[in-house]
């Protein structure tokens, strides 16, 4: 099922008295995947559990198929949560249940299918990612990076418009990050679903996304095409990009002003970047991606908008593809010749991370905070029960509330 656009605008979420973040505004673009960074504790999974439904804000809304979830009713948000599929860090399995058991449980749980057509099912998601075989097997006896690709098999079996993926990459060796990395790229290839991942690794930053974006200082600092941040000099970016402890970001809160400008005059290859890696394409044998040619053609219509450093990595990463095309005998995309058209304004301004000494003082990210936390975002072990999951999981109506911030209004209309 192609995917669908989600358009976040003015989006405001605090726990009681503490602000997680504000005015947060992007748009997924359909069948594209995006990336969210951010230094820990910013609020990327209460982003993702705001996005499900599961948190609700107090500001702003999330519009999907011209519903907004933060208004719409208990049964209306019941109906767009089938929408989504959600691999969670751990893939939340039923530690007592076998795969196939597992990955067939959303089917069993919401839908009417007989079992020959959920065994079918079940063969074709767990071929897809790469568990033929295992069926049997109980998730306390396969690694981590199995359990994630079981989780993602569940997640695949409702055939999802949007999946959200909460850090696919933690707890996986560099190897293993990099098989889930070309799995994600090869899923959105077979499925062109909206992809929205969370993660802090920076290789999986850097090859797999159609478009960044970064959570810092309580906003979203910035969102778009993967080049406008890949080249930003931005200190913070440059920062995450390279893994420095110099620089804004500390270790659990942002930096004061004067430390981190102290650093950054001792430093001087702070403002260096690794350089820009090609993007995963789909493995050989499977269909090209839909949204690489939507995606080519929307950014061709905003470039005059991008920074210079990011129009420049925006042709050359086209002019590459258009020669490996070449090699390979095959045309050049659609994509690649609109790549090749004169751009209007190459040094319009564009949004970026706010410096330092921009930004207000910040409360540590890990203070104590007087609410208490929903079950759902209890920690989540390398396994969970069926009750577990009836209460966590986005296919399942909501049984209440999660407590947010005094009442809601509207959000102010501004895209990014
Ligand atoms: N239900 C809750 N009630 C109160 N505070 C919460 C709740 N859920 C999250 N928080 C707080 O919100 C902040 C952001 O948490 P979140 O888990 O979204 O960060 P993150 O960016 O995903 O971090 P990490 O990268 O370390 O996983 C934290 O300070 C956390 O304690």
Redesign the pocket.
């Known amino acids: 099922m192609p995917g669908v656009e989600v358009k976040v605008e003015g989006l405001t979420k605090s726990?009681?008295r503490?602000n997680?973040w504000s005015d947060v505004t992007l748009t997924l673009p359909p069948g594209e995947v995006s990336v969210l960074l951010?230094?820990?504790?910013?609020?990327?999974?209460?982003?993702l559990?705001s996005l499900i439904g599961l948190?609700k804000p107090e500001k702003g809304s999330i519009v999907i198929h011209e519903t907004d979830l933060v208004r719409c009713s208990e049964s209306r948000l019941y109906e767009i949560r089938k929408l989504f599929g959600v691999l969670f860090q751990d893939g939340a399995l039923f530690g007592s249940m076998n795969l196939y058991d597992n990955i067939a449980f959303p089917l069993r749980e919401h839908t009417k299918k007989g079992e020959a057509e959920i065994r079918d099912i079940v063969a074709e998601k767990m071929d897809m990612v790469g568990l033929k075989g295992d069926e049997k097997k109980l998730p306390g006896e396969i690694s981590g990076g199995m359990r994630k690709r079981a989780g993602l098999a569940r997640a695949l079996v409702l055939d999802p418009e949007i999946i959200l993926f909460d850090?696919p990459d933690s707890g996986l060796d560099p190897v293993r990050t990099a098989y889930l990395n070309q799995l994600i790229i090869d899923l959105n290839a077979q499925t062109d679903a909206t992809f929205l991942i969370?993660t802090?690794d920076i290789n999986t930053a850097q090859t797999v996304p159609d478009n960044i974006g970064m959570?810092y200082r309580k906003h979203l600092a910035m969102f778009g095409p993967r080049e406008v941040l890949l080249t930003s000099e931005d200190p913070v970016v440059a920062q995450f990009l390279n893994g420095r402890r110099q620089g804004p970001i500390g270790m659990s809160e942002e930096k004061d002003t004067a430390q981190a400008a102290r650093e950054m005059a001792e430093v001087d290859e702070l403002s260096g970047l690794p350089p820009i890696k090609p993007q995963l394409e789909a493995t050989a044998g499977l269909p090209e991606r839909k949204a690489v040619a939507r995606r080519q053609k929307r950014v061709a219509e905003m470039m005059h908008t991008l920074p210079p450093a990011a129009q420049e990595a925006i042709r050359r990463s086209q002019a590459e593809s258009g020669q490996a095309a070449q090699q390979t005998g095959q045309q050049p995309t659609r994509q690649q010749a609109v790549g090749a058209a004169p751009y209007g304004r190459p040094d319009a301004p564009t949004q970026s991370i706010p410096r330092v000494q921009d930004a207000g003082p910040s409360a540590p990210?890990?203070?104590p905070?007087g609410?208490?936390?929903?079950p759902q975002?209890a920690p989540q072990g390398s396994s969970q029960t069926p009750q577990q999951y009836r209460q966590q999981n986005v296919q399942q109506p909501p049984t209440g509330r999660?407590?947010g911030g005094p009442g809601s209004g509207p959000g102010r209309h501004r895209f990014r």
């Not at 951010?38 to 990327?44: A, E, I, L, V, Y």
């Open positions: 726990f009681g503490a997680i951010g230094p820990s504790g910013t609020g990327k999974s209460v982003f559990k948190l850090e969370v802090h959570l990210q890990d203070a905070l609410q208490p936390v929903p975002d999660a407590p």
